[in-house]
C-alpha cells in the first residue's frame, strides 16, 4: 500500500526527531473543557519531549466554567470556596499530530486527571472513556461518525464583534447545497481545511454546501467511539483557525437567524465486534440484528433524558423546527430526514442510526456518551424497538417530543434515573448545574427582540 498520502499522527520519537531538526518547535497541550472546546499551552518542542510529555497542569476552574469563562457558583467540583486549585493534564502521547495550519506546530490531547492520579470523572474525554469500557466488556467496539455543520460569513471575526454581531453576511448569497459553483468559490477555505486535516491525521472524507447561504458541512470517515470525538474537536478547531487566518468567520451556533435553517452534527453509530457489524443480520427485513434493535430502542426510549447533552445552550433549542430538517420527534424511520432517528444502509453491512437531533454546538464527548449509555441500557434490557415511523413526522401527533427548551432538557437530565446510574450522580449534577447557569445567564438579558417588540407599543 501507498502510504505516502495518508493521514497520519506522529509517534513520540517521530516528534522528538522533528524537534531535534527544527521541524517543530512549538507543541499544543490540549484538554477539551465542557464546551469541546480545545484549552491548554503552548509549550517549545524541546521542553515537551524532555519533561513535560509527563504532565502539566491546569486551573480546575476550566471544567466548571460557562462560553464566556466565567466561573459560576454551585459547582462541588469546585469554587471560591475550594482556591480553585490544579488538575493534572496527562498527555495521550497516542493523539500527537502535526497542525500543518500552523507553522512549526504539533499538537497533543489530554486526559484530565486529578492529583490521585484518578481521572476526572466530569472531564468530557472521561465521560466517554466509561461508556467505552463499558461497551467493551460486553466485547463490542462503537464505530462512530459526526458531520459537522457550519456557517462562513464575509467578514472577520474582529469586524462582526466590532460591529455588535449585526447585519451578518454569510459568504455566499443563496442556498448552496450541494451546490459546485458556489462551493467553488470558497475553496479560499475548505481547499486548506480539507488537506490540512487529512495531514494531521484526521480522516476526511469531504465538504459540501449545505442547505442555507453560507452553509457548509464536514465529513469525516467512520472511526472507533473516542477517535470520533478527538477528530470531530481538532476539526471545529481548525475550522476556525483557518477562516480566521483567510480573514472570513465561522460560526457553528445552530440557529444564527430565526429565518435561517440550523446547522446540525447528526452522529451515525454502530456497534462491531471481532471485526464483523454486529448490527448486521442478512436475514432481517431491513438488514437489522436483535441487537441493533435493543440499541436503537435504548437510544430512542432514552433521548429526553440525554438531549442535554445534544443540545446544550439556550439557541440549541430554536433549531428544531418544522420543515427545517431539524427534527422535532424522538421516533426512528427508515432513511427519512424528518425523524429523530434514521436507519441508513438498510440491508448492507453500513447498516447504521443516525441520530439527528444533536446541534452543531454539542460536545462530541458528552453526546456520544449518553448515545452508547443509552444504547446499552438498551441491549442489557432488552428493549423492544417500535417499528418504524413512516411519512412527514412532523405531523405525526403520536410521537414523542423532543424537549422543547433548555430548561425542559434540563429537568430531564436532573431527574434521569438512568443517567445517575450509568454516568453517576456527581456528573449528572456536574452538567446539571452547567446547563442551569446558562438558563440563568438568559433569564436575566433583555433582548433585542424584547426592545424592538415592546418599546413604543407595550
Not at 465538504?207 to 477528530?231: F, H, V, W
Not at 437510544?299 to 445552550?313: E, H, V
Not at 458528552?366 to 448515545?371: N, S
Request: net charge negative.
Amino acid at each position: 500500500m501507498d502510504t505516502k498520502n495518508m493521514p497520519c499522527t506522529l509517534s513520540f520519537e517521530d516528534l522528538k526527531t522533528q524537534t531535534k531538526d527544527g521541524t517543530i518547535d512549538t507543541v499544543l497541550v490540549c484538554m477539551v473543557d465542557m464546551q469541546g472546546r480545545l484549552m491548554g499551552k503552548r509549550f517549545h518542542a524541546a521542553n515537551f519531549v524532555e519533561t513535560s510529555y509527563k504532565e502539566t497542569h491546569c486551573c480546575n476552574y476550566l471544567l466548571a466554567t460557562d462560553l464566556a469563562m466565567a466561573t459560576p457558583p454551585g459547582y462541588a467540583s469546585t469554587s471560591w470556596q475550594a482556591g480553585y486549585g490544579d488538575y493534572v493534564m496527562k498527555p495521550d502521547l497516542d493523539t500527537i499530530r502535526p497542525v500543518p495550519w500552523l507553522d512549526g506546530t504539533a499538537m497533543v490531547l489530554c486526559d484530565v486527571l486529578d492529583h490521585h492520579d484518578e481521572p476526572v470523572p466530569h472531564s468530557p474525554r472521561a465521560v466517554l472513556k466509561k461508556q467505552i469500557a463499558r461497551l467493551d466488556e460486553l466485547g463490542f467496539e462503537a464505530m462512530m461518525a459526526t458531520e459537522l455543520e457550519f456557517f462562513l460569513f464575509a467578514d472577520s471575526l474582529e469586524a462582526l464583534r466590532d460591529g455588535g454581531f449585526r447585519d451578518l453576511k454569510p459568504i455566499s448569497g443563496y442556498n448552496e447545497d450541494y451546490h459546485i459553483f458556489q462551493t467553488t468559490k470558497e475553496e479560499s477555505v475548505m481547499r486548506p481545511l480539507r488537506n490540512h486535516l487529512h495531514a494531521a491525521g484526521v480522516p476526511v472524507e469531504g465538504t459540501k454546501g449545505e442547505a442555507e447561504a453560507g452553509q457548509q458541512e464536514l465529513n469525516i470517515r467512520y472511526s472507533p467511539a473516542l477517535d470520533c470525538a478527538d477528530y470531530h474537536s481538532i476539526a471545529k478547531h481548525a475550522i476556525k483557525e483557518i477562516a480566521w487566518q483567510q480573514g472570513v468567520s465561522v460560526t457553528f451556533l445552530p440557529k444564527w437567524h430565526h429565518d435561517r435553517v440550523g446547522s446540525s452534527s447528526h452522529v451515525h453509530q454502530s456497534l462491531w465486534k471481532d471485526g464483523e457489524a454486529a448490527f448486521a443480520d442478512a436475514s432481517d427485513e431491513l438488514g437489522m440484528s436483535d441487537l441493533m434493535k435493543h440499541y436503537m430502542a435504548g437510544l430512542i426510549a432514552n433521548a429526553p433524558d440525554y438531549t442535554y447533552f445534544l443540545a446544550p445552550y439556550v439557541n440549541s433549542y430554536k433549531r428544531f423546527a418544522k420543515g427545517t430538517f431539524a427534527p422535532t420527534k424522538t421516533v426512528w424511520s427508515v432513511d427519512n430526514r424528518t425523524a429523530g432517528f434514521r436507519l441508513c444502509g438498510a440491508g448492507t453491512k453500513g447498516v447504521r442510526v443516525e441520530c439527528r437531533i444533536g446541534g452543531s454546538d454539542l460536545n462530541p464527548y458528552l453526546a456520544q456518551a449518553a448515545m452508547l449509555a443509552a444504547g446499552i441500557k438498551g441491549i442489557e434490557d432488552k428493549m423492544v424497538l417500535a417499528p418504524p415511523t413512516t411519512g412527514d413526522v412532523y405531523e405525526d401527533a403520536k410521537a414523542d417530543d423532543i424537549p422543547q427548551t433548555l430548561r425542559d432538557a434540563t429537568d430531564k437530565l436532573r431527574g434521569s434515573a438512568f443517567l445517575r446510574e450509568v454516568m453517576g450522580d456527581d456528573v449528572v449534577d456536574h452538567y446539571t448545574r452547567c446547563a442551569e447557569w446558562e438558563q440563568e445567564e438568559f433569564d436575566r438579558v433583555v433582548t433585542d427582540w424584547e426592545i424592538a417588540r415592546g418599546f413604543e407599543q407595550a
